[in-house]
């Protein structure tokens, strides 16, 4: 089966449009009481992805753990028949708010599936969605960082995360993709922006 991210990022760009207009550019739905944005884009990634007819069932926050070494808990994981219990997986996506897009996703999003793959001698596409604005953030609100490095981040968060993606990854010929939200655009993340070379 060929993944269909440019239809998924194209899909998924045309239902953002919809939301308010600060929805994601901000922290003003990833915030205490508040906390619209994670939710709210699974629902709109679930609603895409039963759009293709190689999606039949959809779950949300499986536990995929393979023993205490091996942990990986996608936010959405696609079968591609109705036997979820035995059911072939086709597809992993995470997505990571304003607040979640940072240091964490080397380890926690793709060294997890890359030792779940492993563990499994699985070859299952993953998508990571990332939420970090192009351009000059001064209002952004980088968790747990302050000083210099929090103006540096303001700067352009998206750059600033991808190149430090640059250097702690590598994943050089695994299905591994990244769509990043700026905004009310979504744009594809080539391997060579966000993969280095160790």
Known sequence: MCIEIEEIRKLLEQEIQLLPEDFYGTFNYTQ????????????????????????????IDVRLNLGNRQKFQPDIVVYGDDSVRDGVIKLFMDYESPNSSDDRIPDKDV??????????????????????????????????????????IRGNPFKFWYKYYKNKMCFRNESIYFLNIDGRSVKFINENTVCGNE
């Open 32 to 59: 205490t009481g508040r906390n619209l944005t994670h939710p709210v884009t699974l629902g709109i990634l679930c609603k895409i992805l039963y759009t293709f007819d190689w999606v039949k069932k959809v779950g």
């Open 111 to 152: 060294k997890g599936y890359q030792n779940w793959t492993k563990g499994t001698k699985c070859s299952v596409p993953y998508i990571v969605i990332t939420t970090l604005p192009d351009e000059l953030s001064e209002h952004w609100e980088p968790r747990y960082i302050s000083g210099d490095k929090k103006k540096e």
